[in-house]
């Protein structure tokens, strides 16, 4: 029962090899090769192309040290054929791939699988993706990606774990235990990949690309916690952003590729660009031309070229000019060697082609998939319809109830559509059904059929709307200005209200949408985020009631998109908002300026989001009581325990995410309001209660504080057990 998940255990539980006996021999094996290397075999292993066939004569060159891009394994086996036969020294290719929430059975989109806040679950995905995609020859996922997300405009709000440095870190953990298995030489594990290496996630306005800009220290205390909790997991490699922090691009940044990653945090792992991240620094006005953006990035510390093809082209002239050092070069080559060894590519460079029949959609990974998506879930509105246990006919209605190919979400090049179980198709083995779309597509404005969809609820018990966004409409590139429902979403939904019945809409989308209008016309909300494969399946379970909702907000919900960005850490300003401020209407004519309260709010959309990070509802209610600690004041060596009982006062059997919120009350920089800091996922059946302990080591208090340094200050702190990041009553403790 207790759950608890212990992030320094979790953090510390997968080692590198390299630090191991194993790891010194491997050393020894990589120092025995490159003693046999030229300069351009070396240059060679640096440069990392797209495609299969076509880049076989540069591979048999030794001009390639991996491909991307390359599924087929009868393909994937003739490059290897031409590194390890055609090569003067033999190295094997490494073949990547965006494996992203997936490879053939497609799990929800990372944001939806955060939304489990159950690493476990999310660790199962990983590793069946890592069984399907090793099965067809790939040995390396560009996953996971850790950005913090605050601005759901940017479409990338979908790849990543949301807007929390604590959830970004477990799950990011669990990805990489999952991709990895506990041996990266075992043939079914991928090297996982964190990206993208900085602060990505912040570009201004949610425009993909574009420039951020964070201090160091929100940096160490935001952005960086995941990263550095999966580079001391044992991630074997990581990749670099396309945007710049304070005018420098990541590619050539040096304080964060040498200074941090590697002096400060002591990793060994790989670096590679991001596609063309190299040649980009040329448009940002960052380096002359790709020779200078090479010279740039190889002594940032990047390793490895994704597709600018500057290293293959200029490394060895920067060499003779004494612009790059050989040392640079050995560092980045010894970098690839060591992976390869590890992942046993030397021993066994070439892929069964029979073996991905064996394992793409195994029934445990469908499964899998199934459980990842009915826990994912968020139920944010209920006036008790749902679940619709008593309904025989229903009416299901909206352009998301049968789009196969839409609900897998973005990132899922190998998925296939036809593998898709649908909503549609998993209610008809509950319910009559009336099926009447409404709409084509996501984006489809052609009102015409709405009559038509009013009258078919009109024969119905209830209706079930399935609207969201189309895959394309998340991801990388596909920023949004506009978050409420594309197209005439919203008037479906109102066309199904008018015919009295009751409304449950189910949102399948890519990012938090801003669905305030629509929470109005309907008796009940679920949000699924894009739930893979499986999606149909899990959200008939949860919509007739076999399973009870237990997803929760990964990011803060907002009402309109004015708000962005959003989220529920944030830092007081000096000037809290008070929950009475005066809304725009309630202004009077003429009213003096003084008279509005003079806080941080909007006068249109006021203080708060629409959902708090953390929310979420389920068919049951609980309660929690007898909060506790078990000592109030405490030094930096204790570890603050907090004990509390949560009791299903339902009548239902349901999964609560009890939440750990602390406050540091006064810092030598100003604080977050709250911070997550432990959760617990517990199931009770109705009446049943359970006493949960909390564990905090005082030392996970510590943060970057005004020398750059990373401590605990000693002072006053609040602590909450509650139900989301808005709620419950805290308790005081002390650290001496
Ligand atoms: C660009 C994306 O930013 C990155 O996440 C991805 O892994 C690479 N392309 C490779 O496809």
Redesign the pocket.
């Known amino acids: 029962m207790n759950n608890i998940i212990k992030f320094a255990a979790i953090s510390t539980a997968l080692s590198f090899a390299a630090c191991s006996p194993a790891g010194d021999q491997i050393d020894r094996k990589v120092d025995e090769l490159m003693a046999k290397m030229t300069i351009e075999e070396k240059i060679g292993q640096m440069n990392q192309l797209?495609g299969g066939y076509n880049t076989i004569e540069d591979v048999a060159a030794g001009r390639v040290g991996s491909i991307?891009?390359c599924v087929d394994a009868e393909e994937i086996n003739a490059v290897q054929k031409a590194a390890v036969e055609r090569s003067r020294l033999g190295i094997p290719v490494i073949v990547?791939r965006?494996v992203i929430h997936g490879f053939r059975t497609i799990f929800p989109i990372p944001l939806g699988q955060a939304s489990t806040f159950d690493p476990a679950i999310v660790e199962q995905g990983a590793r069946v993706a890592a069984v399907e995609a090793s099965a067809a020859g790939i040995r390396w996922t560009?996953s996971p990606?850790l950005d913090i997300a605050r601005d759901p405009r940017w479409g990338r709000v979908a790849?990543g774990s949301g807007e929390d440095p604590y959830l970004d870190a477990l799950m990011g953990v669990a990805m990489v235990k999952g991709y990895q298995g506990d041996d990266l030489s075992d043939p079914t594990s991928m090297a996982a990949?964190i990206?993208?290496f900085a602060g990505y996630g912040a570009a201004e306005g949610g425009r993909d690309y574009n420039s951020t800009m964070i201090s160091e220290r929100s940096l160490r205390n935001t952005y960086l916690p995941a990263f550095k909790a999966c580079a001391d997991a044992g991630a074997a490699t990581l990749?670099t952003?396309?945007n710049e922090i304070d005018g420098i691009p990541s590619t050539g940044n040096t304080f964060l590729l040498k200074d941090l990653l590697r002096d400060e945090w002591g990793w060994k792992g790989m670096v590679v660009t991001?596609?063309n991240s190299s040649g980009e620094m040329i448009a940002h006005g960052f380096a002359k031309d790709l020779k200078h953006a090479t010279e740039l990035s190889v002594n940032a510390g990047v390793d490895m070229d994704?597709m600018s093809h500057g290293y293959v082209s200029y490394i060895a002239e920067l060499v003779k000019e004494g612009k790059i050092s050989e040392k640079e070069i050995d560092r980045a080559v010894r970098n690839i060697l060591r992976l390869k060894f590890e992942l046993g590519l030397f021993e066994n460079p070439y892929v069964d082609p029979q073996a991905s029949a064996k394992v793409d959609y195994a029934p445990e990974h469908l499964a899998a998939a199934k459980q990842c998506a009915l826990e994912s879930a968020i139920l944010l509105k209920n006036n008790g319809v749902l679940p619709l246990e008593k309904a025989r006919t229903i009416l299901v209605t909206g352009p998301l109830a049968d789009a196969p190919y839409e609900q897998l979400g973005t990132w899922t090049f190998d998925g296939q559509p036809e593998h898709t179980v649908t909503p549609l198709q998993a209610l008809r083995k509950d319910y009559n059904v009336i099926w009447e779309p409404g709409l084509g597509y996501s984006r489809d404005k052609n009102t015409s059929n709405l009559a038509k969809v009013t009258a078919a609820a009109s024969r119905a018990d209830a209706a079930v709307v399935f609207v969201g966004e189309e895959a394309i409409l998340s991801g990388?590139a596909h920023s949004l200005s506009d978050l409420n429902l594309q197209g005439a979403q919203s008037e479906l939904i109102k066309a199904v209200r008018r015919s009295g019945k009751p409304v449950v809409v189910v949102v399948i989308a890519g990012r938090p949408l801003t669905i305030e209008r629509d929470l109005e016309n309907c008796d009940a909300m679920l949000y699924a985020f894009h739930p893979g494969t499986m999606g149909g399946e899990a959200l008939a379970d949860l919509i007739k009631g076999r399973v009870s909702p237990s997803g929760r907000l990964p990011m803060t919900f907002i009402r309109t998109v004015g708000q962005a960005p959003f989220y529920y850490n944030h830092n007081n300003s000096g000037r809290p908002c008070s929950g009475n401020e005066t809304l725009l209407n309630d202004i009077p004519i003429t009213a003096g300026q003084t008279s509005l309260g003079c806080t941080s709010y909007y006068l249109d959309s006021g203080y708060g989001p629409l959902f708090p990070f953390g929310y979420g509802l389920t068919y049951s209610t609980f309660s929690y009581s007898d909060i506790a600690l078990e000592k109030n004041v405490l030094s930096k060596n204790d570890v603050l325990r907090v004990k509390c009982r949560l009791t299903n006062t339902g009548s239902r059997k349901a999964t609560e995410l009890a939440q750990l919120y602390v406050r540091d009350l006064v810092g030598s920089v100003v604080r977050p309001v709250r911070e997550l800091k432990r959760f617990e996922r517990v199931t009770l059946e109705p009446g049943q209660s359970a006493e949960l302990s909390f564990e905090l080591p005082v030392s996970e208090l510590a943060f970057w504080n005004a020398d750059m340094e990373y401590v605990v200050e000693p002072g006053d702190f609040m602590v909450w057990v509650a139900p989301d990041s808005d709620s419950g009553t805290p308790l005081d403790f002390k650290v001496e």
Request: with cysteine; proline share 0%.
């Open positions: 797209s991307h891009n990547s965006d560009f990606m790849e990949c990206k993208h990749m952003s396309f991001d596609w994704m990388e």
